[in-house]
Nanobody, 126 residues
Framework: QVQLVESGGGLVQAGGSLRLSCAAS????????LGWFRQAPGKERDFVAA????????YYIDSVKGRFTISRDNAKNTVYLQMNSLKPEDTAVYYC???????????????????WGQGTQVTVSS
């Protein structure tokens, strides 16, 4: 079974930075887009950022644009999310998934896997 393992979360003060990683095993996603999602307590999981298979195309929701950077290392089957200038509203559990497609206009994504990893907790204190 394909596994996604997220890591790199933690507790940080507002204005700080974190770098999340998501390593995939059991399958190679080099031909697929990869995305990051987040779920805050009591809220639905939201689509945050995406990157194409080659890494040439990226997408960010407006609230993280200019602060977050998504990247990937296909040799390591890993996707990253560099998060700078963190805000308390970024507090959430962050997840990754492979993407069949995404829509910038609708701010939605269709994931390839119908299950999720354990996620990594990001907590930003004010």
């Amino acid at each position: 079974q394909v596994q996604l393992v997220e890591s790199g979360g933690g507790l940080v003060q507002a204005g700080g930075s974190l770098r999340l990683s998501c390593a995939a095993s059991g399958c190679t996603f080099n031909s697929y887009g990869l995305g990051w999602f987040r779920q805050a307590p009591g809220k639905e999981r939201d689509f945050v950022a995406a990157i194409s298979g080659t890494g040439s195309v990226t997408y960010y929701i407006d609230s993280v644009k200019g602060r977050f950077t998504i990247s990937r290392d296909n040799a390591k089957n890993t996707v990253y999310l560099q998060m700078n200038s963190l805000k308390p509203e970024d507090t959430a559990v962050y997840y990754c998934n492979a993407l069949r497609s995404w829509s910038a206009s609708r701010r939605t994504a269709e994931t390839i896997l119908d299950y999720w990893g354990q996620g990594t907790q990001v907590t930003v204190s004010s």
